[in-house]
DNA sequence: CAGCGAAAGTAAACACCGTTAACATATACT
DNA sequence: AGTATATGTTAACGGTGTTTACTTTCGCTG
């Protein structure tokens, strides 16, 4: 039940302007949505800092969303179709990929723009990601929207057709892959220090083991199909 | 700045009693910890509430503990030693391993212990690993506390020494194994249907894979050490 | 056993929060 | 011009974490 209903919007991104204007200041939705998209803790926003900081009564918020809940739903959603884009960003560096390689290039750099995204915008992350984040991402799929989903079993598709690995991959291989990566980001987002291993070469090994795992049947199956 | 400070507790785990008593109860603190530990929203837990349901003033708890947040970061302490007595009891069913498969199964048995904790206590998991969770850990490991995290390499080790693995486990393989464990974990809590793979399933799929990523030299490094 | 200090409770207040209802104003259309 | 509607404001409600000042009980020691 939402109250605007802009068809998606390209979640803009240009936040924090003055915040003084008369009345009428024509554009406090996607203001609004902004200044929590660039906020240091989006979960811990209060609706009356949020609205006094675009020069607003608390109240008006009430005009676009339907409660701070609402609100950060759309700033979720906002997220979701950013991460979208750096996974299309990444995945359409090379496709389709030429050779064995370029196959295995594309699913570290999925796996990179993932964590690169988390290392980005921790906030956002958490949003998306965290506790209370099943009801931000209720209407979608398990990465919020199935649309950033597809690049996952698409590039390991990539990887079978350039015979990278000799099975058709199954749904277990795209939850695994997509778990290694998601802990690595979770992890790191956490207490893991950072400094411990650069992204680039986290993306690498990660990425690069979930490509050896695939290679060979699963344990306790040694005959291979 | 604990004001209590008693010697860790063993956590108790009877929770909810009757709330009647008058004035000194003597038991507040655990009955306070023990409630949260209970609680189906442990993170949205409202002090006063907490404090009404043990038939308490709210400003008792703070004869306890110096905040919300203190206090929770005590109930998130009594999660990681619930986490570590399961890992304990998992690990400790074949030690040591006598041969390839037991060290096997001990790294399977280590992470069912770690999905089916998150899926027995998903408040608490939340707490423990949720987006503010690095208040609630931080004096502790990656895993909140030193003793739980020694459970993984030392099952690596096993591997090693069973021959499943050729190579003496890296902290890069300890984190990968964790990565994938972690993010199984987290996907399933979250919005990927428990129903698609049985907890067992899941644990050996993802622990299996794990081993055999680690059976092979990272990609692009063909020549074993 | 009396008395006293510390421990552990209460009561009342504060500032802040999300949310709502009633009201005010600017804009857009006929 | 005049009105309907969108979009603001003001004031209030109940709930929250936290603090301050006061009160009661426990446990000790003279």
Redesign the pocket.
């Known amino acids: 039940m939402q ?2 209903e802009q068809p998606v919007e390209p979640c803009s991104g240009s936040a924090s302007r003055a915040p003084a204007r ?8 996607q203001e609004l949505i902004d200044a929590a998209l660039s906020a240091p803790d989006i979960e811990g ?8 900081s675009r ?17 950060l739903f759309e700033v979720a959603r906002c997220g979701f179709e950013r991460l979208r884009q750096r996974f299309a960003a990444a995945f359409d560096r090379a496709v389709p990929p030429s050779n064995a390689d370029e196959a295995c290039q594309r699913l570290i750099d999925l796996a990179r723009a993932y964590l690169q995204f988390a290392e980005d915008e921790p906030a956002l992350w958490r949003l998306m990601f965290g506790a209370q984040a099943e009801s931000y991402r209720s209407t979608a799929d398990v990465h919020g929207d199935p649309g950033s989903y597809a690049y996952l079993p698409a590039a390991l598709n990539g990887l079978y057709q350039r015979g990278v690995i000799p099975a058709e991959p199954h749904e277990h291989d795209a939850l695994f892959a997509w778990s290694a990566i998601h802990g690595a980001a979770s992890l790191r987002s956490g207490r893991v220090p950072a400094a411990l291993m650069p992204m680039a070469a986290l993306a690498h090994t990660v990425a690069g083991r979930v490509i050896r795992a695939m290679q060979h049947p699963p344990l306790g199956d040694e005959t291979a199909t």
Chains 1, 2 share one sequence.
């Open positions: 109250k605007d008369r009345f009428h200041h024509g554009n406090l939705r926003l209060s609706l009356r800092q949020l609205a006094g020069g607003v009564t608390p109240a008006a918020v009430y005009r676009h969303f339907d409660s701070r809940e609402a609100l």
